[in-house]
């Protein structure tokens, strides 16, 4: 059993004071394997001091010497990968590529902001106004537990290259994932309070931070209900807010798709991190003339997907990061069937062979109305809902008649007709035939899905407070 009792305030491990502990488990067991400590507002209160006094130095620092540090953070993450991976894998359960992908990915996320920063228009000139790129103030992140490690740096990142300081209070499920990042970004020797990280839970931490008079900005990831809470926090002081939320994507095949490679691709789309991504496309919208076929290949595709620990490397799907999120996808695959919806593979109960762990059946609904609480809401697990549409205008309306908006697919033999439809979709994102992620573009959603953008030059300034000079 692991103790996480410290904190990380003003470049050195601090302990927490006494308070609350929070059980940390191993989703693929359900042993318990740790314990963290929460921090109280008092901690809270000493990351924000910290980081308000390092704001003075690092506001003032040339982004040359910014883009050095995030180098030094790429290499200090990147040599510790095998161990943040091996903690993942233990803590959150996803399936060895998926963890592999993320623990790679968490060093070289500092090289991609090291080069947005260095051909960046800090000063701009508008007529008559010289316009300066400042760094906001102090920044506050809040983090989820469904890629502890990429949320984390990527946040870090932007706020090194916009010269401001942080503090970041990262999910309380991902106490030991969070330990084993913050020893190696500790290595970087940053200046001390530039950056902080708090453990600690939603409730307590994460309020206090929201609401403190000294932060100016908060970047937030994590469901739309607590990026509400927020919002409405952050008014009191106007502070600026990123809100990265949840989603309902829906990927569209159209009937010109090669349905081979199209189904492979919405199964690969909709189980990613085994469902608990909000980049997820959940809702599948297949022409009425082709649902028979499609039906029958996407669960013949099922096969490609065996649910299972990481510690098997021929599994895809991980077990549901705790006992809730389990629970929660089990009501809703009884919810599916309550509401009329007809399961053609998966349903409730646990996979065969896997009767510990937090593990679930890949369920397919078919038959769902657009209009069901299965087609609305955010399940967060590997859960699709197959809809059926007669033409491209029905499936632009029925993609577009949600909540969320953060990434829907379009699947067809058409270049023309697929940017024709992918243009009609209100989404921050539109992935055409699997296209690769593009790490400098802007991220982030429309409607419930969130306010602003991360990465790239969008991400950076949403960091930043132009200020004009008239001369
Ligand atoms: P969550 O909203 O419950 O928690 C996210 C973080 O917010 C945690 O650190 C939590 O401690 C903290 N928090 C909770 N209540 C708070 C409050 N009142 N004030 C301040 N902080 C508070 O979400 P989760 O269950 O950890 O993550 C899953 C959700 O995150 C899903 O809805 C998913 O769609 C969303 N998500 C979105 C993105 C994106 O980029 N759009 C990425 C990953 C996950």
Not at 249 to 268: K, M, N, R, S
Not at 358 to 383: K, Q, S, Y
Request: charged fraction near 20%; charge should be negative; hydrophobic fraction near 45%.
């Amino acid at each position: 059993m692991r103790q996480i009792t410290q904190n990380y305030v003003d470049g050195a491990f601090q302990p927490v004071s006494d308070g609350e502990e929070a059980p940390l488990f191993n989703p693929a067991t359900e042993e318990q394997i740790g314990t963290v400590r929460l921090s109280n507002v008092n901690d809270v209160n000493a990351a924000v001091a910290a980081a308000k006094r390092a704001f003075t130095r690092i506001s003032g620092t040339p982004p040359a010497e910014r883009a050095e540090m995030l180098r030094r953070l790429s290499v200090a993450v990147s040599v510790n990968g095998d161990r943040m991976a091996e903690t993942m894998r233990e803590e959150y359960g996803a399936p060895s590529s998926f963890v592999d992908f993320s623990a790679r990915r968490a060093g070289s996320v500092f090289l991609d902001m090291a080069a947005t920063l260095e051909s960046f228009a800090w000063q701009r000139r508008i007529g008559s106004a010289e316009v300066e790129m400042r760094p906001i103030g102090v920044a506050a992140a809040i983090t989820p537990w469904n890629s502890n490690y990429g949320f984390i740096c990527g946040k870090l990142a932007t706020a090194i290259a916009a010269g401001t300081s942080i503090v970041i209070k990262p999910s309380e499920m991902s106490a030991l994932q969070t330990q084993v990042l913050t020893e190696a970004l500790h290595k970087a020797g940053l200046p001390a309070g530039v950056l902080n990280i708090v453990n600690g839970s939603g409730a307590v931490a994460g309020a206090a931070l929201t609401a403190h008079p000294d932060i100016a900005k908060i970047s937030f990831t994590g469901s739309t209900v607590t990026g509400r809470a927020i919002l409405q926090s952050a008014a009191e002081t106007m502070k600026r807010v990123t809100l990265e939320l949840g989603g309902k994507g829906a990927q569209i095949i159209l009937d010109d798709a090669d349905l081979e490679a199209a189904v492979a691709q919405v199964l690969a789309s909709g189980f990613i991190n085994s469902g608990q991504a909000c980049i997820a496309g959940t809702r599948v919208l297949v022409p009425a003339r082709l649902m028979p076929e499609v039906r029958d290949r996407l669960v013949a595709g099922l096969a490609d997907w065996p649910v299972g620990p990481a510690s098997d490397p021929a599994s895809r799907i991980g077990p549901m990061v705790s006992r809730k999120q389990w629970e929660r996808v089990q009501s809703y695959i009884r919810l599916g069937t309550q509401e009329g919806a007809t399961i053609i593979a998966g349903g409730e109960v646990r996979p065969a062979g896997l009767d510990r762990g937090w593990f679930v059946r890949p369920t397919l609904f078919a038959d769902v109305d657009n209009a069901t609480r299965i087609a609305r809401e955010e399940i967060f697990g590997p859960v699709l809902c197959v809809i059926s549409y007669d033409n491209d205008e029905d499936a632009v309306r029925i993609a577009n008649d949600a909540d969320y908006g953060l990434q829907n697919f379009v699947l067809g033999g058409d270049p023309e007709r697929t940017w024709r439809v992918a243009a009609r979709l209100e989404s921050g994102r539109v992935t055409i035939n699997g296209a690769a992620h593009e790490p400098l573009a802007p991220f982030g959603g429309c409607k419930q899905s969130g306010i602003g953008r991360e990465f790239g030059v969008f991400g950076l300034e949403t960091f930043l407070e132009p200020q004009v000079v008239l001369t």
